[in-house]
């Protein structure tokens, strides 16, 4: 049989040491943001979009008001290779805390509505607001013209000036 006795010194001590090691480990986990993206909801915005409400509230966080009535859904299927146009899209999706290259490969609800207060135009129907909906949360979006010239940017409405060709 073995036994080994402890001090109290070397108790302590041994306690000390594991607690600095813990402390070390969940700090770093923290500064790594503790294994979450950063999304849109870092500003106290919500991304919840499982039904008609809430994505009618996440959209009029930015500002936007949209006509209810012409509220389209479709399934897509984000490719599981970025071409161009997709690397482009995302990088509009960076931009606003979104990022679509975790949902590669998956089907996800797009949402999309009239927007009727962007600003100049007010009384014509070319402009969308999209939703991409992953089990129940906003993963990207838009705000864009279905012009021949459109536009599309981020959800923000300061972006109004901030146009990206489509």
Same mark, same amino acid.
């Given at each position: 049989?073995?036994?080994?006795?402890?001090?109290?010194?070397?108790?302590?001590?041994?306690?000390?040491?594991?607690?600095?090691?813990? /402390?070390?480990?969940?700090?770093?986990?923290?500064?790594?943001? &503790? &294994?979450?993206?950063?999304?849109?909801?870092?500003?106290?915005?919500?991304?919840?979009?499982?039904?008609?409400?809430?994505?009618?509230?996440?959209?009029?966080?930015?500002?936007?008001?949209?006509?209810?009535?012409? !509220?389209?859904? /479709?399934?897509?299927?984000? %490719?599981?290779? *970025?071409?161009?146009?997709?690397?482009?899209?995302?990088?509009?999706?960076?931009?606003? &805390?979104?990022?679509?290259? %975790?949902?590669?490969?998956?089907?996800?609800?797009?949402?999309?509505?009239?927007?009727?207060?962007? %600003?100049?135009? !007010?009384?014509?129907? $070319?402009?969308?607001?999209?939703?991409?909906? *992953?089990?129940?949360?906003?993963?990207?979006?838009?705000? $864009?013209?279905?012009?021949?010239?459109?536009?599309?940017?981020?959800? !923000?409405?300061?972006?109004?000036?901030?146009?990206?060709?489509?």
């Amino acid at each position: 049989m073995f036994v080994y006795s402890v001090k109290r010194n070397q108790l302590k001590l041994v306690s000390v040491a594991l607690f600095v090691v813990v /402390t070390v480990f969940m700090l770093a986990f923290l500064a790594k943001g &503790g &294994g979450v993206k950063q999304t849109a909801t870092d500003n106290k915005r919500t991304v919840e979009a499982g039904n008609e409400e809430q994505r009618l509230r996440f959209l009029s966080q930015f500002g936007w008001e949209v006509d209810k009535e012409s !509220e389209e859904v /479709t399934e897509v299927i984000i %490719p599981e290779e *970025f071409d161009e146009v997709y690397l482009s899209y995302n990088d509009i999706q960076l931009q606003q &805390g979104f990022d679509l290259t %975790p949902f590669a490969g998956k089907r996800v609800k797009k949402w999309t509505y009239t927007v009727t207060n962007y %600003p100049g135009y !007010e009384n014509k129907i $070319c402009i969308r607001a999209t939703l991409l909906v *992953f089990d129940g949360k906003v993963i990207g979006g838009d705000i $864009c013209s279905v012009e021949i010239d459109g536009f599309m940017h981020t959800f !923000e409405m300061n972006n109004v000036n901030e146009k990206t060709t489509a």
